[in-house]
């Protein structure tokens, strides 16, 4: 999850193989803004108010599992992400479209091991192997060590342990308008994440104004259509709480056998 803002796009950051098709979406991907995104503190340029909605959204988070969906779009490329979180097990299935290309993979995590299964394209263009192995292996379910830390970051967010990380923004913070989501009355956040470049992109949660404050939305760079210079974003999350336990699959191969040098350097077990 990192799927859930984070995950999709980290998710194909990690490979060597990048083709234009992901890079596009994923180059501008934005990482998390730092440690004094949870701050409690505010700066004259922020809103104790909205401070104070933030933090109590992440504390209601807590290690919630969730069902998460997201579309991302740059330079005519679409990226289209839906998954669950659970305790001990999470699944999430990204579609990268651009043109006639379609990439389509599937990634897991079920303890301390990791799966991905894709198509051709995506294990080429995303996981980086070679045209011959991503013809062989499309279809199939291929197997990792979360402990390689290369090849984690394609199963990264997806337990509910991990949730409240990926819902970090920076501050300050500022109340934005309110508006509806899910039909449900909602108090925009605003904050913000810190670009590769180091530049900020603007990043709105919405969360409800009565009830508890579990985040319904996240919208990144809310006034941008996803253009050549900046990627748009929107994550959506329902069912918070649910605990969907993942099917471990069968007769996986070992992915640490095929991916490229740079994936699997930091292998450990």
């Given at each position: 999850?990192?799927?859930?803002?984070?995950?999709?796009?980290?998710?194909?950051?990690?490979?060597?193989?990048l083709?234009?098709?992901?890079?596009?979406?994923?180059?501008?991907?934005?990482?998390?803004?730092?440690a004094a995104?949870?701050?409690?503190?505010?700066?004259?340029?922020?809103?104790?108010?909205?401070?104070?909605?933030?933090?109590?959204?992440?504390?209601?988070?807590?290690?919630?599992?969730?069902?998460?969906s997201?579309?991302?779009k740059?330079?005519?490329?679409?990226?289209?992400?839906?998954?669950d979180?659970?305790t001990?097990?999470?699944?999430?299935?990204?579609?990268?479209?651009?043109?006639?290309?379609?990439?389509r993979l599937?990634?897991?995590?079920?303890?301390?091991?990791?799966y991905?299964?894709?198509n051709?394209?995506?294990?080429?263009?995303?996981?980086?192997?070679t045209?011959?192995?991503?013809?062989?292996y499309?279809?199939?379910?291929?197997?990792?060590?979360?402990?390689?830390?290369?090849?984690?970051?394609?199963?990264?967010?997806?337990?509910?342990s991990?949730?409240?990380?990926?819902l970090?923004?920076?501050?300050?913070?500022?109340?934005?308008?309110?508006t509806?989501?899910?039909?449900?009355?909602?108090?925009?956040?605003?904050?913000?994440v810190?670009?590769?470049?180091?530049?900020?992109?603007?990043?709105?949660?919405?969360?409800p104004?009565?009830?508890?404050?579990?985040?319904?939305?996240?919208v990144?760079?809310?006034d941008n259509?996803?253009?050549?210079?900046?990627?748009?974003?929107?994550?959506?999350?329902?069912n918070?709480?649910e605990?969907?336990?993942q099917?471990?699959?069968?007769?996986?191969?070992?992915l640490?056998?095929?991916?490229?040098?740079s994936?699997?350097?930091?292998t450990?077990?």
């Open positions: 999850m990192h799927p859930l803002r984070h995950s999709y796009v980290r998710t194909a950051a990690v490979a060597a193989g083709t234009a098709t992901a890079a596009l979406v994923l180059a501008a991907t934005p990482a998390p803004a730092g995104s949870t701050t409690t503190t505010t700066t004259s340029a922020g809103s104790s108010a909205a401070t104070t909605e933030y933090n109590a959204a992440l504390k209601a988070v807590g290690t919630k599992g969730v069902h998460f997201s579309v991302a740059q330079d005519g490329a679409t990226l289209s992400v839906a998954g979180a659970g001990t097990s999470g699944t999430q299935t990204l579609v990268v479209t651009r043109g006639k290309v379609t990439e599937t990634a897991r995590q079920i303890g301390s091991t990791g991905v299964t894709g051709e394209a995506a294990l080429q263009d995303v996981i980086g192997l045209k011959a192995e991503s013809k062989k499309a279809g199939r379910w291929l197997s990792f060590p979360t402990s390689n830390t290369g090849l984690a970051e394609l199963v990264g967010g997806l337990l509910s991990e949730v409240a990380k990926e970090e923004i920076g501050g300050p913070y500022t109340l934005g308008k309110s509806t989501v899910a039909g449900k009355k909602v108090a925009a956040v605003t904050g913000s810190a670009t590769q470049s180091g530049s900020k992109v603007t990043v709105l949660l919405y969360i104004t009565s009830g508890s404050p579990l985040p319904l939305q996240e990144t760079n809310p259509s996803g253009g050549k210079s900046a990627i748009h974003g929107v994550v959506t999350f329902s918070w709480g605990n969907k336990s099917t471990t699959p069968s007769n996986a191969f070992s640490l056998k095929l991916a490229p040098a994936s699997s350097a930091s450990a077990g």
